[in-house]
């Protein structure tokens, strides 16, 4: 079980990792041929800010051994001044400066934006992997989504949306440990009655529908949606996880060639399909490419020590 949990959460890292810098080739690329020809000419595969965050979600978990939201909210800070460059969404960097200058935590900052909304963007779901690696099937699970979420997003939707990508990673993770394989249809169902939402429950009933009607992923893409906002991209990042849960590949390029915002609809599904399948089942060429692949490979056993099955 040591060794399932420590591949699990390498698998969730690096599949987070690779989707995200596969989905952001795949903007430009959109045909799977066309996408595996500039795979190949990459002599390195770069990841944006959905991994340096998710990057940073984890040392935050091994170092403090949960969510302590100050300290997380420092760390995901000093990636971004380290590398700027990722292509953050707006919100993240307002609220890092804004609580430098001040005297708000993180949380009182984040609660500030969109007028006074809180962010529903998918910048809390596509980083919240390691939550569900680190908590699995624990009841724990679901206020730590909570609190990592609530560092930069506090509208009900961007939390709702970060607990229920949590809570699908946690599942893939936990089955992945005891060795058992997954039902997509009951995984959708009961991803479904967690959220606490009526939006995102009603988007993972839709998942779990189309599924089982068996309905092409172009039409689920423009029913559930593929966007920046949380309840329009992360139910379509389950539901290409849950399609194909024995292929990573498969499951990526469902994500990921349907258009939106295809770098993180790869973190997402990567992060699920990389715990559930464990990190050999990875494309090694791929793999192999991944920027600071031998970090994020010791940052998920790490993380598998930290808490341990
Ligand atoms: O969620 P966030 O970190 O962005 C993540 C995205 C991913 O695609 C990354 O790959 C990166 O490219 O950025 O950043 P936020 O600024 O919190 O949210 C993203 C966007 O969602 C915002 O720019 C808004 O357009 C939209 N948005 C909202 N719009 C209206 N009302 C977020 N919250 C609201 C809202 O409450
Ligand atoms: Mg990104
Ligand atoms: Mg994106």
Redesign the pocket.
């Known amino acids: 079980p040591r060794d399932r949990l420590s591949s699990s959460a390498a698998g969730a890292l690096l599949g987070c990792a690779l989707g995200d810098a596969i989905g952001e080739l795949a903007f430009s690329h959109a045909a799977e041929e066309e996408l595996a020809n500039a795979i190949s000419a990459q002599p390195k595969l770069i990841y944006?800010?959905?991994t340096a965050m998710t990057i940073a979600l984890a040392e935050s978990l091994i170092e403090e051994g949960g969510i302590d939201q100050q300290r997380l909210g420092q760390r995901l800070a000093d990636h971004f001044a380290e590398e700027p460059w990722r292509?953050?969404?707006?919100?993240?960097p307002k609220i890092f400066r804004k609580a430098r200058n001040s005297n708000l935590t993180f949380t009182q900052v984040a609660r500030d934006l969109?007028n006074g909304?809180g962010?529903?963007?998918?910048?809390a779901a596509?980083r919240v992997g390691p939550v569900g690696v680190a908590y699995r099937d624990r009841p724990e699970l679901w206020d730590a989504a909570h609190a990592s979420a609530e560092v930069?997003?506090a509208?009900p939707i961007g939390r709702d949306g970060a607990a229920v990508q949590a809570l699908a990673v946690g599942v893939a993770t936990a089955h992945a440990l005891h060795g058992r394989r997954l039902d997509p249809l009951v995984t959708a169902e009961s991803l479904a009655s967690a959220a606490e939402t009526n939006l995102i429950r009603e988007k993972m009933e839709a998942v779990a529908r189309l599924l089982a009607e068996g309905a092409p992923p172009p039409k689920v893409a423009d029913t559930v949606g593929r966007s920046?906002?949380v309840h329009e991209s992360m139910p379509f990042a389950i539901y290409a996880f849950l399609k194909t849960p024995q292929s990573f590949q498969e499951s990526l390029h469902c994500a990921i060639l349907n258009g939106g915002?295809v770098?993180?609809l790869g973190a997402m599904t990567g992060a699920i399909s990389g715990a559930y399948l464990g990190i050999d089942a990875l494309p090694i060429g791929c793999r192999i490419k991944v920027e600071n692949g031998a970090y994020l490979e010791t940052l998920g056993k790490r993380l598998a020590e930290a808490f341990p099955a």
Do not use: R
């Not at 292509?87 to 993240?92: D, E, T």
């Not at 962010?119 to 910048?123: E, Y």
């Open positions: 944006t800010d959905d292509g953050y969404g707006p919100g993240p969109y909304e962010s529903l963007g998918n910048g596509m930069t997003h509208h920046i906002a915002d770098d993180t």
